[in-house]
């Protein structure tokens, strides 16, 4: 079965497709065989705050508590590339071994990270590296720079 059947398969009686539903690795199939300029047109349209939303949601459930014994901290993600020229901006928490993700961040970060969605996409897809992300500029991070470099490590991300 293609990806694409698969996602068309997914999608509810408006049309609209049903994110959770899908498979992180379809997901990840998918977004790895498509341009950016396609990915970025589908950011663009009113599913953006679905798709961004579900990734969010899936990363309390992909979380590895034995990669972050005794990690206590807050991510900001700063998500770029709305079409009011706006931004997604989303809060991580990681402590006492559980991962909450929220829409309203509440806390002063130990880290700010912020992409463009495309790149976020990618990212979290397994189809792009964090550290090759920063180092062409794609990818801004302020704050711990050291434990942003250990924040990959303490998920499970799609292949």
């Known amino acids: 079965m293609s990806e694409e059947r698969e996602v068309t398969e ?5 049309g609209q497709v049903d994110f959770a539903s899908l498979n992180p690795e379809q997901v990840a199939g998918a977004i790895s065989s498509i341009t950016d300029e396609q990915l ?11 798709i961004i939303s579900e990734v969010f ?17 807050v991510i900001h993600w700063k998500i770029t590339g709305r079409s009011d ?5 989303y809060e991580v928490v990681l402590r006492d071994g559980a991962c909450t993700a929220s829409k309203a961040p509440q806390h002063e970060p130990r880290v700010t990270l ?6 976020f996409m990618r990212l979290v897809t397994g189809n ?10 794609k ?13 990959q490590s303490m998920f ?4």
Do not use: Y
């Not at 997914?10 to 408006?14: G, V």
């Open 85 to 89: 020229a706006g931004f997604d901006h």
């Open 114 to 119: 912020t992409l463009d969605g495309v790149d």
């Open 57 to 73: 949601r899936r990363m309390e459930a992909h979380f590895k508590p034995s990669s972050a014994a005794g990690v206590d901290a």
């Open 40 to 50: 970025r047109q589908g950011l663009s349209g009113p599913q953006r705050d679905a």
């Open 10 to 14: 997914t999608q509810d009686a408006t």
């Open 156 to 159: 499970t991300i799609p292949g």
């Open 128 to 137: 792009a590296a964090g550290p090759m992300l920063f180092m062409s500029g």
């Open 139 to 151: 990818l801004k991070i302020e704050g711990d720079l050291m434990f942003s470099a250990q924040i």
